[in-house]
């Protein structure tokens, strides 16, 4: 593989997400912290009509329409399906034509600290994550199996993938989490610029939580929810969950069990965007990945 030519950090797929907006903001009015003598980087606003409004998405979310076969159906025309054919004709021929890194960043309610999510085991993006999580206690790394064709807009390059920091409310913004996500991204560029320069260090194994499933709140038969996360599971991301151990509390007050046969990682725990999903929880097996 050749050098990184170009690096885009998109921000805002889902407009009421504000850490990675106003840090896309932030490095446009000044543009010098991203700048690295080897490659070109810079921001793209994703969704500018969901931030204008505050909502995660006008018609539907944009980060499940890039899908190939829905990018091609003309039939679809909604306002983020007519947006992601557009980024997708910006990016995607930038990404055919050379080595394009696209950082789609996000956050969540959830305690995610700085999840870094692939939807490939491409080699740079394995050594990258090894990397970040070497150098960087807070970061996680989550591999999500891809299908053959993935809906997320990292997935306009095969060297894009996603950052989810979290906890933090939608609508707002929070200090250390900006800070700590602004960081990250110095060392994301810091690595491509030494991987261009060819002064890496190669890491040998990689830790990180593979996708398993995710699991529904229980809910009635009009598909009400009729129960919320136990108090003993919130904000426990990435600990252990071991069969037998309580995930739901019923709103009559009976702990609802982990019905599993083996120990799992749940993540994305009450993530607040996800109720719309039918998701209360990501379940996670811990692997370690020789590279």
């Not at 690096?7 to 106003?22: D, K, L, P, S």
């Not at 426990?236 to 019905?259: C, M, T």
């Not at 799992?264 to 990501?282: D, L």
């Amino acid at each position: 593989m050749g050098n990184i030519n170009s690096v885009v950090i998109a921000t805002g797929t889902h407009g009421n997400e504000f850490t990675g907006i106003y840090l896309g903001k932030k490095f446009e009015q000044f543009p010098k912290p991203i700048q690295r003598p080897s490659f070109d980087t810079r921001v793209l606003l994703s969704n500018p009509k969901a931030f204008a409004a505050a909502r995660r998405y006008i018609d539907k979310d944009l980060n499940r329409c890039f899908a190939i076969a829905d990018l091609e159906n003309k039939q679809l025309a909604s306002y983020e399906d007519i947006l992601a054919k557009n980024i997708y004709y910006l990016l995607g021929k930038e990404s055919q034509s050379q080595q394009q890194v696209i950082i789609d960043l996000h956050t969540s309610t959830a305690n995610m600290q700085l999840t870094i999510i692939l939807g490939s085991q491409h080699p740079f993006l394995l050594q990258l994550a090894a990397e970040l999580s070497a150098i960087n206690p807070d970061v996680r790394i989550c591999y999500s199996q891809p299908t053959r064709d993935s809906n997320f807009l990292c997935s306009i390059s095969e060297l894009g993938f996603a950052i989810e920091v979290g906890p933090v409310a939608q609508g707002v913004l929070n200090a250390e989490l900006f800070q700590k996500t602004e960081a990250l991204i110095y060392q994301v560029l810091d690595y491509i610029e030494s991987y261009n320069q060819g002064a890496i260090q190669k890491h040998h194994a990689l830790t990180f939580y593979q996708y398993v499933e995710v699991i529904d709140y229980p809910r009635n038969e009009a598909g009400e929810i009729q129960a919320m996360i136990h108090p003993k599971l919130q904000f426990r991301d990435y600990e252990p969950l071991n069969p037998g151990e309580p995930i739901f509390l019923s709103f009559d007050g009976n702990a609802i069990a982990y019905q599993g046969t083996s120990t799992v990682y749940p993540i994305f725990i009450n993530e607040a965007a996800y109720y719309e999903k039918g998701i209360a929880m990501c379940l996670t097996e811990k692997k370690i990945l020789e590279i």
